[in-house]
């Protein structure tokens, strides 16, 4: 049962966190990106995805640490 219960755990751990990659490259994508890809992004565009990307790794970041400490709780 506790094995169960720590691989369920897992999955839906690791499913949040693909969910949440798959929201930020959407919402970076429809926002940054405003004309037809070629083969290299605008300035602009290419500034904007970076600070987003950031931001990702940010709230990543932040999202681990949370996870990280209430495993540690338990």
């Known amino acids: ?3 169960l219960a720590a691989f369920l755990e897992k999955e839906q ?3 949040k966190l693909h969910s949440t990659v798959h929201t930020f490259t959407t919402m ?3 926002k940054c990106v405003t004309s037809t890809p070629s083969t290299r ?3 602009g565009e290419e ?3 970076m600070n987003c990307v950031d ?3 940010d709230s990543s970041i932040f ?3 949370q996870i990280s400490q209430r495993r540690d709780q338990q």
């Open 28 to 30: 970076c994508w429809d």
């Open 55 to 57: 931001r990702f790794l």
């Open 1 to 3: 049962q506790k094995e």
């Open 41 to 43: 992004f605008s300035r």
């Open 47 to 49: 500034s904007c995805l």
């Open 63 to 65: 999202l681990v640490n």
């Open 13 to 15: 751990t690791q499913a």
